[in-house]
């Protein structure tokens, strides 16, 4: 199976060799919007009362990694895209999908509507995007050959 990347092909297998067995496990855990769910409830500093729900800040492709400095902070597994400052009101959606190009926001699924050609698109960004954080919007446009 090849797969277009950045207008080279690139097999799966080379992209794949090149990601760190630590980064990998994350990044397959945090495929799964429950994953991503528990991220905040182990994260004792979290601020429950002053930022969108967990459940919507999951759905939407995000996970915690909040620290002392900004107990609020999040990330794409996707795109990578880390984002912090969020108020009650906010729409993890749009403030996700601003200034990015993310596949996940792209895709505009929650994880229940997805098919398993989706996961396998979001997984494909999702490693490309961790072998080559040097991009500057830290996302990926994948096409596929083989995947209906």
Not at 27 to 45: A, S
Request: charged share 30%; hydrophobic share 35%.
């Amino acid at each position: 199976m090849k797969f277009r990347v950045a207008g080279r092909r690139t097999s799966l297998r080379t992209i794949i060799m090149q990601i760190t067995r630590e980064s990998l496990a994350r990044l397959e855990l945090m495929t799964r919007e429950e994953h991503r769910l528990k991220t905040f409830g182990e994260f004792k500093l979290w601020p429950k009362s002053k930022v969108p729900s967990p459940k919507k800040l999951a759905e939407a492709g995000l996970f915690c990694c909040g620290n002392e400095e900004e107990p609020d902070l999040t990330a794409c597994y996707v795109c990578l895209k880390m984002l912090a400052g969020w108020e009650k009101n906010d729409d993890p959606w749009l403030e996700h999908g601003r200034n990015t190009n993310c596949l996940f926001i792209q895709k505009g699924k929650k994880e229940a509507d997805m098919t398993l050609g989706d996961f396998m698109e979001l997984d494909f960004a999702a490693a490309v995007n961790l072998v080559d954080d040097s991009k500057k919007s830290r996302t990926v446009d994948v096409t596929h050959d083989d995947i209906a």
